[in-house]
C-alpha cells in the first residue's frame, strides 16, 4: 500500500508540472510576414539617433492550456546616455514602470500581435539598450518565458534629415472628418500615427506618394484627448494634440 501512494504521488507531481508548464513564443514583423522568435531569443531593432523604435512584437501561447500572462522589463545593458523606453501590454508603461498591474488571457494557441508594444527613443544619442521581457502567470513565476530586444542608436549620415516637416489638422475638435496638412509632400514612406494619451497607438494612415493632405474618418474613435504625429522612413516628426467631442 505504502509504494501505491509514493508511485500516486510521484505521478501527480509530474502531472502538476505539466500544467504548469508555460510554452510561450514570440514573433517578430518582417516584410509583413511573422518570424518566430523562441522562448529566451533576441530581437535586433535599430534606427537612427533622431529616429525612434516602436515595434509590435507576436506573444503566443503553445500550449492546450488557458492562462493570463504577467509581463515585467529588465535592462541587462543601458544607453550610456540618455534615452526613454515605455512598453504596453495589458495597458501603457513609462520608463520607470518595471512590471504590469494585469494580465492578458490567451486561449489555447491563441496568439496577440497587437498588444506587446515597445517603445524606444534614443532622444538624438548614439548608443544601445538591450531590454530583457519575462512572461509568467500568477503563482507560477518560476515557470516564466522571455524574450530580449537589443535596441540600438546609430549616428545620421552626411545629408539625411534631422526633422519631419510640420503636420496639421482641421478641424480640431473634430467629431468625425478630418484633413491632415502635411509639411512636405509623401515620399511613399509615411503615415500619420495616432495614439492615446498612454502612447498606445490607436490608428495609422497610410500618406500616399505626393500627397499634401489626407483626409481620414476618426469617428470610429472615442471622445478624448490623443496624440497625433507624422512619421517618415522612422523619423517621428513632432507630436500634437487632437480633441475628438461628438
Same mark, same amino acid.
Given at each position: 500500500?505504502?509504494?501505491?501512494?509514493?508511485?500516486?504521488?510521484? =505521478?501527480?507531481?509530474?502531472?502538476?508540472?505539466?500544467?504548469?508548464?508555460?510554452?510561450?513564443?514570440?514573433?517578430?514583423?518582417?516584410? #509583413?510576414?511573422?518570424?518566430?522568435?523562441? +522562448?529566451?531569443?533576441?530581437?535586433? *531593432?535599430?534606427?537612427? %539617433? +533622431?529616429?525612434?523604435?516602436?515595434?509590435?512584437?507576436?506573444? %503566443? #501561447? #503553445?500550449?492546450?492550456?488557458?492562462?493570463?500572462?504577467?509581463?515585467?522589463?529588465?535592462?541587462?545593458?543601458?544607453?550610456?546616455?540618455?534615452?526613454?523606453?515605455?512598453?504596453?501590454?495589458?495597458?501603457?508603461?513609462?520608463? $520607470?514602470? $518595471?512590471?504590469?498591474?494585469?494580465?492578458?488571457?490567451?486561449? !489555447? /494557441?491563441?496568439?496577440?500581435?497587437?498588444?506587446?508594444?515597445? =517603445?524606444?527613443?534614443?532622444?538624438?544619442?548614439?548608443?544601445?539598450?538591450?531590454?530583457?521581457?519575462?512572461?509568467?502567470? #500568477?503563482?507560477?513565476? /518560476?515557470?516564466?518565458?522571455?524574450?530580449?530586444?537589443? @535596441?540600438?542608436?546609430? !549616428? =545620421?549620415?552626411?545629408?539625411?534629415?534631422?526633422?519631419?516637416?510640420?503636420? &496639421?489638422?482641421? !478641424?480640431? !475638435?473634430?467629431?468625425?472628418?478630418?484633413?491632415?496638412?502635411?509639411?512636405?509632400? /509623401?515620399?511613399? %514612406?509615411?503615415?500619420?500615427?495616432? &495614439?492615446?494619451?498612454?502612447?498606445?497607438?490607436? =490608428?495609422? *494612415?497610410?500618406?500616399?506618394?505626393?500627397?499634401?493632405?489626407?483626409?481620414?474618418? @476618426?469617428?470610429?474613435?472615442?471622445?478624448?484627448? $490623443?496624440?497625433?504625429?507624422?512619421?517618415?522612413?522612422?523619423?517621428? /516628426?513632432?507630436?500634437?494634440? *487632437?480633441?475628438?467631442?461628438?
Amino acid at each position: 500500500m505504502k509504494k501505491t501512494c509514493i508511485l500516486f504521488t510521484l =505521478l501527480s507531481l509530474v502531472i502538476v508540472h505539466q500544467v504548469h508548464a508555460l510554452d510561450v513564443t514570440f514573433g517578430q514583423k518582417v516584410n #509583413n510576414v511573422w518570424q518566430p522568435i523562441p +522562448n529566451g531569443g533576441t530581437i535586433s *531593432l535599430s534606427c537612427k %539617433q +533622431n529616429y525612434v523604435i516602436d515595434e509590435y512584437i507576436r506573444v %503566443q #501561447n #503553445n500550449t492546450t492550456l488557458t492562462f493570463c500572462l504577467y509581463m515585467s522589463k529588465s535592462y541587462v545593458q543601458k544607453q550610456a546616455t540618455s534615452f526613454t523606453d515605455a512598453f504596453c501590454w495589458d495597458k501603457c508603461y513609462s520608463q $520607470y514602470i $518595471y512590471k504590469s498591474d494585469g494580465c492578458l488571457s490567451f486561449t !489555447p /494557441g491563441q496568439a496577440r500581435d497587437m498588444d506587446f508594444h515597445a =517603445l524606444y527613443d534614443p532622444q538624438k544619442n548614439v548608443g544601445e539598450t538591450i531590454i530583457k521581457y519575462t512572461f509568467w502567470v #500568477n503563482g507560477s513565476a /518560476g515557470d516564466s518565458s522571455f524574450v530580449i530586444i537589443h @535596441l540600438i542608436s546609430q !549616428p =545620421l549620415g552626411i545629408g539625411e534629415p534631422e526633422e519631419v516637416p510640420a503636420i &496639421s489638422l482641421s !478641424p480640431n !475638435p473634430c467629431s468625425g472628418k478630418v484633413v491632415f496638412a502635411l509639411g512636405s509632400a /509623401g515620399s511613399g %514612406q509615411g503615415r500619420i500615427i495616432i &495614439s492615446d494619451l498612454l502612447g498606445k497607438r490607436v =490608428l495609422s *494612415l497610410g500618406i500616399p506618394v505626393g500627397a499634401t493632405e489626407v483626409t481620414a474618418d @476618426l469617428s470610429s474613435l472615442c471622445d478624448g484627448v $490623443y496624440i497625433y504625429f507624422q512619421e517618415t522612413a522612422g523619423l517621428m /516628426g513632432c507630436s500634437k494634440k *487632437l480633441l475628438i467631442r461628438k
